[in-house]
C-alpha cells in the first residue's frame, strides 16, 4: 500500500467524529477487499430470502438501495426482478458495484453517487422501498444528519413505501456484551471485524484481512430504541424490529443479536396515532 492509499485518521483517530470523514475512509485498497469481508455466497445463504420477503409482501417493485457498497444487494434484487437505482457516498464503491453488477448476472447497474442528506436533489422520483444496509446509517455523527437523512428517505418514498434500515447491536458492544458470531453479515471467515475503540460517540472497528493489511472505520455508536424514536418522529408510522433477521431475540447479553433490521412503514394510520410496532 502506497503512502496516499493509506487511511488518514490524524495524530488522534478516536477524535475522528464528522460524517464527511468516511470518504476518505473507504480507499480503494480496502474497497477491493471488501468483498472478502462480506463473502456474496455466505452472505446470501446466511441472510436467505429475508429481505426479498419483506419487499415482496409489500408489492414493492421500484427500490432505491442507498448504501449499495459494492453492489450485494443491488444485485441480488435485479436478479429477483425488482427495479434498483444505486446509490453510494463513496465513488470507489460506485465503480466496484458496477463491476459486480456486470460479474454477477449481466447487469448495468443504475449508479447515482449521492449525499444521503441532498437525496432529493440527486435522485429523483419516488420508490416503493429504500434500502440501507449494511451497517451504513451510523457513519452519521451528528443527530441533525440523522434527522436529515430519514426526512430525505420518507420523502422519496410514496404512500405505503418501506424503508429497511439496519445496524450493529451497538447497545451489545456499548454495554460490554460484545460478542459477535460473524454468522449474517460478515461471513468471511478468515477476515477480523472487531471493535477497537468505544464509548458513548464513537465506535472503531479494525478489519484486519489474511494478507496482514488492517483499516478502520469511524462510526457513531446508535442504540436500537434512539434509532426506532428518530424513524418514528420524521413521519414512520410502524417500525419493526428484527434481531439478526428474527421477530422474536434475546434482547441483551452475549447471546443477543449482532445486527438489527428496522423495517419503517410509511402509511396512513386513521386517527393520527401510532400503529402497533414492536
Given at each position: 500500500?502506497?503512502?496516499?492509499?493509506?487511511?488518514?485518521?490524524?495524530?488522534?483517530?478516536?477524535?475522528?467524529?464528522?460524517?464527511?470523514?468516511?470518504?476518505?475512509?473507504?480507499?480503494?485498497?480496502?474497497?477491493?477487499?471488501?468483498?472478502?469481508?462480506?463473502?456474496?455466497?455466505?452472505?446470501?445463504?446466511s441472510e436467505g430470502d429475508f429481505f426479498i420477503r419483506q419487499l415482496k409482501e409489500r408489492g414493492a417493485r421500484?427500490?432505491?438501495?442507498?448504501?449499495?457498497?459494492?453492489?450485494?444487494?443491488?444485485?441480488?434484487?435485479?436478479?429477483?426482478?425488482?427495479?434498483?437505482?444505486?446509490?453510494?457516498?463513496?465513488?470507489?464503491?460506485?465503480?466496484?458495484?458496477?463491476?459486480?453488477?456486470?460479474?454477477?448476472?449481466?447487469?448495468?447497474?443504475?449508479?447515482?453517487?449521492?449525499?444521503?442528506?441532498?437525496?432529493?436533489?440527486?435522485?429523483?422520483?419516488?420508490?416503493?422501498?429504500?434500502?440501507?444496509?449494511?451497517?451504513?446509517?451510523?457513519?452519521?455523527?451528528?443527530?441533525?444528519?440523522?434527522?436529515?437523512?430519514?426526512?430525505?428517505?420518507?420523502?422519496?418514498?410514496?404512500?405505503?413505501?418501506?424503508?429497511?434500515?439496519?445496524?450493529?447491536?451497538?447497545?451489545?458492544?456499548?454495554?460490554?456484551?460484545?460478542?459477535?458470531?460473524?454468522?449474517?453479515?460478515?461471513?468471511?471467515?478468515?477476515?477480523?471485524?472487531?471493535?477497537?475503540?468505544?464509548?458513548?460517540?464513537?465506535?472503531?472497528?479494525?478489519?484486519?484481512?489474511?494478507?496482514?493489511?488492517?483499516?478502520?472505520?469511524?462510526?457513531?455508536?446508535?442504540?436500537?430504541?434512539?434509532?426506532?424514536?428518530?424513524?418514528?418522529?420524521?413521519?414512520?408510522?410502524?417500525?419493526?424490529?428484527?434481531?439478526?433477521?428474527?421477530?422474536?431475540?434475546?434482547?441483551?447479553?452475549?447471546?443477543?443479536?449482532?445486527?438489527?433490521?428496522?423495517?419503517?412503514?410509511?402509511?396512513?394510520?386513521?386517527?393520527?396515532?401510532?400503529?402497533?410496532?414492536?
Amino acid at each position: 500500500m502506497t503512502a496516499h492509499e493509506r487511511q488518514s485518521f490524524g495524530d488522534d483517530p478516536v477524535k475522528v467524529r464528522e460524517t464527511d470523514h468516511y470518504r476518505i475512509e473507504y480507499i480503494k485498497s480496502f474497497v477491493e477487499k471488501w468483498d472478502e469481508l462480506i463473502d456474496w455466497g455466505s452472505r446470501a445463504e446466511s441472510e436467505g430470502d429475508f429481505f426479498i420477503r419483506q419487499l415482496k409482501e409489500r408489492g414493492a417493485r421500484r427500490i432505491l438501495d442507498v448504501a449499495t457498497g459494492t453492489g450485494f444487494h443491488s444485485v441480488r434484487l435485479l436478479n429477483e426482478g425488482f427495479e434498483v437505482v444505486s446509490v453510494d457516498g463513496s465513488a470507489a464503491m460506485l465503480a466496484k458495484a458496477f463491476e459486480n453488477g456486470l460479474e454477477h448476472g449481466g447487469h448495468i447497474l443504475r449508479t447515482v453517487l449521492a449525499d444521503w442528506r441532498f437525496l432529493n436533489r440527486d435522485v429523483h422520483g419516488e420508490f416503493d422501498a429504500i434500502i440501507c444496509l449494511g451497517n451504513s446509517f451510523t457513519h452519521l455523527f451528528s443527530e441533525h444528519d440523522r434527522r436529515k437523512t430519514l426526512a430525505e428517505f420518507y420523502a422519496m418514498l410514496r404512500h405505503d413505501g418501506v424503508l429497511i434500515l439496519d445496524q450493529r447491536n451497538y447497545d451489545a458492544i456499548l454495554d460490554g456484551d460484545y460478542e459477535a458470531s460473524h454468522t449474517y453479515y460478515y461471513c468471511g471467515e478468515a477476515v477480523d471485524a472487531a471493535p477497537e475503540h468505544v464509548d458513548e460517540g464513537l465506535a472503531r472497528f479494525r478489519y484486519g484481512f489474511p494478507d496482514g493489511s488492517v483499516y478502520h472505520l469511524n462510526m457513531f455508536p446508535l442504540r436500537k430504541e434512539y434509532t426506532r424514536r428518530l424513524m418514528r418522529e420524521v413521519g414512520f408510522q410502524r417500525v419493526e424490529t428484527y434481531g439478526d433477521f428474527q421477530q422474536s431475540y434475546r434482547e441483551d447479553g452475549p447471546d443477543g443479536p449482532d445486527f438489527f433490521v428496522h423495517v419503517a412503514e410509511k402509511l396512513y394510520v386513521e386517527g393520527g396515532g401510532a400503529a402497533d410496532e414492536r
